[in-house]
């Protein structure tokens, strides 16, 4: 049988780089030649044990390659196409799909905190940190790059782009909107874009990185706090008169960040939270103005499919938005558990690195 390097999970602590089995294609599926990927912060909670998965499980769900092998019954593409294909591979035909709810499709919740979702890409299935994926229902999800796109250009359409954007979409952004934005990191930097693309025209980016706060600007924030100088609730409400905010959006996963979006909330505002949390939460009373402030809190799932997909590639090609920028490091898949422990670890000022078998 014929193999391929991929980086898998051992144990807490240890994803290696492993030979396994070239996946084989089944009528529906299509096998996708990695041309790049990358690591995610999902990943990193995988690798410290926070997000269980199964022992000896390809990771990764951000994928740009080329069409390797398609399944039997597969039709409207063709072998040697370039593609993406969302973290998120619904199978268009579950309750949840037919709901509108397709980043669910998969079930219910599981045992325990962990979610099943329509997130398989390196949670249930083996993932795209390798030679090549297998993508499930390939008609559902695939979408194909357009030629004048580098792979670093649509690398984060997959998750991060998809994920950022949605925060500020199920958050309701509307024009003139106040919005702030807690983190911002690549998840965080892209709902500062969703949240400009949706109309926004105060947006107010919240770290402890002066150069994420950077990026920030030239992403479209009109103001950056820098939380490690000063109380980012009390600027924000300084910058809005007191009012607070329409949208906050939590793009950390952590009890700190999400405090403070209900406490920048305006009555009647929307707290939309990206993050993964890998604690529980404690809702403060005060900031929940006892359950009476008519706020409203909305998770989201990072949405996937080819519309999708396709939609974030109209964006990238537009030149509305350039996230290439985003990609500060670069390693060969060989060298991939070096990129796990540079990440992981947020040195040398690490946004998303770029990985290429």
Same mark, same amino acid.
């Given at each position: ?147 004048? !796109?580098?792979?670093?250009? $649509? *690398? ?5 782009? /998809? +994920?950022? #954007?949605?925060?500020?979409? %199920? ?93 920048? !909330?305006?009555?009647?505002? $929307? *707290? ?5 949390? /890998? +604690?529980? #939460?404690?809702?403060?009373? %005060? ?71």
């Amino acid at each position: 049988m014929a193999k391929m390097k991929a980086a898998v999970f051992v144990e807490p602590g240890r994803i290696v780089l492993d030979d396994k089995p070239i996946p084989d294609v089944g009528p529906l599926d299509a096998l996708v030649r990695i041309t790049t990927t990358t690591i995610c912060g999902t990943d990193v909670h995988i690798l410290k044990g926070e997000y269980p998965v199964e022992r000896g499980l390809i990771i990764g769900h951000e994928p740009v390659g080329i069409i390797d092998k398609l399944g039997s019954a597969v039709q409207g593409f063709r072998e040697g196409q370039r593609v993406i294909a969302g973290a998120i591979t619904p199978g268009g035909y579950s309750n949840a799909c037919l709901c509108g709810h397709h980043s669910q499709d998969g079930g219910a919740f599981g045992h325990g905190w962990k979610p099943a979702g329509g997130w398989r890409l390196g949670n249930t299935i083996d993932g795209c940190q390798a030679e090549y994926v297998l993508v499930p229902d390939a008609m559902t999800n695939l979408a194909v790059v357009p030629d004048s !796109l580098t792979d670093e250009q $649509v *690398l984060m359409c997959p998750d991060i782009m /998809s +994920t950022g #954007l949605s925060g500020a979409q %199920s958050g309701g952004v509307r024009i003139g909107d106040a919005v702030a934005i807690l983190a911002q990191g690549p998840i965080g930097l892209c709902a500062t874009v969703g949240a400009r693309l949706m109309g926004a025209t105060t947006i107010i980016a919240v770290d402890r990185l002066p150069e994420r706060l950077a990026i920030s600007k030239r992403l479209g924030a009109d103001h950056v706090i820098d939380a490690s100088e000063v109380d980012p609730v009390a600027e924000i409400m300084r910058l809005t008169d007191g009012r607070g905010v329409d949208v906050a959006i939590e793009a950390l996963g952590t009890q700190a960040t999400f405090e403070a979006a209900l406490r920048v !909330l305006r009555p009647g505002g $929307v *707290l939309s939270s990206l993050g993964v949390y /890998s +604690t529980d #939460l404690t809702i403060p009373l %005060s900031a929940f103005a006892a359950g009476l402030g008519d706020h409203k809190i909305i998770t989201t799932l990072c949405p996937g499919g080819k519309e999708r997909m396709r939609r974030l590639l109209a964006v990238i090609e537009s030149g509305r938005v350039d996230l290439s920028m985003m990609v500060t490091h670069r390693f060969k898949l060989d060298d991939i558990e070096r990129a796990y422990d540079l990440f992981s670890n947020q040195r040398d000022g690490v946004l998303k690195v770029a990985i290429t078998p």
